[in-house]
């Protein structure tokens, strides 16, 4: 998760310590244990609360947990992996709205993945996914330098595929069924919003299929419109004013 466009980037930083994260990105931590990106200038999840917002833009607007009723199989593709903070909530939801032999397909893409210890004091604020952030750190690499894949049983598989989503997803065989687009700001990290990338997100969703974003820019609406899917604007999570939500049309 990532700061949304209504925080302030001139608000004064307060870091109070560094960790180094691969491939040269670097963490800030503010207020204790909300991660902060020195290289995109942008927070991880909203300052209000980043597990309520997941629920809103996420998983709300792509109506998953009605979705999951009818689906032996879903797939969901995240751009942006981060804390992991949308992964677990999704994991905390499908465990007590999924159903026995259901299978849960959880793919994200992360350039810059962090590293164990940074997930789970950046998830430590939310005791309601306790259990998801403690079993998720003890399978993840302490350095991953490429692809994460993990089983957690019951149906439930992640995949974080490391590295530029734009050279990744485009060689990928996958079908999804709803996106989670949460990169870092669309104004501080353009290429994760780019046409080209939310072309390649169309073309790998099934028809049906759903995304979801808490960015509402101009640029970003125009660029999902170019690729195929049908934008609707919806009231966004907290000060946030819009998110979009939008389909890929069955036929």
């Not at 893409?109 to 306790?130: C, G, H, K, Y």
């Not at 994760?192 to 640029?219: E, H, I, K, N």
Request: proline share 6%; with cysteine.
């Amino acid at each position: 998760m990532t700061a949304r466009e209504t925080d302030n980037p001139s608000l004064p930083a307060r870091p109070t310590e560094l960790s180094p994260v691969p491939q040269h990105q670097t963490l800030e931590w503010h207020e204790g244990d909300m991660p902060y990106s020195a290289e995109f200038g942008d927070h991880f999840y909203c300052r209000e609360d980043g597990r309520l917002e997941c629920q809103h833009v996420f998983l709300g607007g792509n109506v998953v947990i009605a979705r999951w009723q009818d689906s032996t199989d879903f797939t969901i593709g995240e751009l942006g992996f981060g804390t992991g903070l949308n992964f677990c909530e999704t994991w905390r939801q499908w465990k007590r709205e999924g159903r026995d032999g259901q299978r849960l397909h959880f793919i994200s893409f992360e350039r810059f993945p962090m590293q164990a210890t940074d997930i789970a004091r950046a998830l430590s604020r939310w005791p309601e996914i306790n259990e998801e952030r403690a079993a998720l750190c003890a399978l993840w690499p302490e350095q991953p330098t490429a692809d994460v894949c993990l089983d957690f049983g019951d149906g439930v598989q992640l995949r974080v595929v490391i590295g530029p989503a734009d050279a990744r997803l485009g060689s990928m065989a996958e079908v999804f069924d709803a996106w989670y687009l949460d990169g870092f700001s669309p104004v501080r990290n353009p290429d994760l919003w780019s046409q080209d990338l939310m072309q390649s997100v169309f073309d790998r969703t099934r028809p049906g299929g759903t995304f979801a974003t808490y960015a509402a820019a101009g640029f970003v609406r125009r660029n999902l419109q170019a690729a195929g899917f049908a934008v609707e604007r919806r009231k966004g999570y907290g000060a946030k004013r819009e998110m979009l939500s939008g389909t890929k049309p069955s036929a």
